[in-house]
């Protein structure tokens, strides 16, 4: 996938949410116009659905916008903090136990915090993306990536950290295990309309919020944070010097 602008960027992401959102909502239609049993059958089909696509679109949108900064360019040291995450994971993975080895791990990843200039960031996103690996995408993990990708945790999105986890992922996963995780619910058809709304309005937002980003080149390490990092860097160094 090679995602070199805005343009491509937002071409790349309408296209794949596109049928996605065709799909939740047709079973939205579906579940509407069925009767009795089948309306509950629908209602169990349409949530793992809902989740298949929360999860599936915004992986194929984090690994767009990582694709997108591959191709800028741009040195670890010119974008934000959060960037080295992906310069250290690997090396940090590593570290299962403390010993000898791991120690001189330890110092290479030190290294990595002082990238020289012309290093530039050029990854694999696909490793990167959840914080644990086959993990669902609860509203934590959702966190955890908004915060790798640079981007601010919106309030937006906390007020909907219960519909996440106690109703997306909740009915998704009984559903999932094979339990009947739906007897609670009075209205299927409502239900699902309210739940597949938000989490769309959710999914909207993250891909506004990057969309932004790159048209404000948000992801580049300001000129006050760059001074604040390296008079920190300074006085680490005499602390560490004085020891």
Not at 109 to 127: D, G, H, S, V
Request: charged residues 30%.
């Amino acid at each position: 996938m090679k995602i070199r602008s805005l343009y491509e960027f937002e071409t790349a992401l309408d296209e794949e949410s596109g049928w996605r959102k065709q799909e939740i909502a047709t079973v939205g239609i579906e579940i509407k116009s069925s009767r009795g049993h089948q309306t509950k059958l629908l209602f169990r089909s349409g949530m793992v659905l809902l989740y298949a696509h929360w999860e599936g679109l915004i992986r194929f949108s984090s690994e767009c916008f990582l694709q997108y900064l591959n191709r800028q360019g741009h040195s670890f040291k010119a974008l934000k903090p959060c960037f080295l995450f992906y310069a250290t994971q690997s090396e940090l993975d590593n570290c299962k136990n403390l010993n000898l080895q791991n120690f001189f791990v330890f110092e290479k990843t030190m290294k990595l915090f002082k990238l020289p200039q012309e290093i530039k960031f050029n990854i694999n996103p696909r490793p990167y993306i959840s914080t644990k690996e086959n993990q669902n995408i609860t509203s934590e993990e959702f966190k955890g990536i908004i915060k790798k990708l640079g981007l601010e945790y919106l309030p937006e999105y906390e007020l909907r950290e219960k519909l996440i986890d106690d109703k997306l992922l909740y009915y998704r996963n009984t559903i999932a295990h094979g339990e009947r995780s739906h007897e609670d619910v009075d209205d299927y058809v409502g239900t699902f309309k309210v739940i597949s709304d938000k989490i769309l309005e959710i999914l909207n937002l993250f891909r506004d919020q990057m969309v932004d980003a790159i048209k404000n080149e948000s992801y580049l390490l300001q000129q006050a944070e760059y001074e604040f990092i390296e008079q920190d860097s300074a006085n680490i160094g005499l602390k560490v010097t004085d020891l």
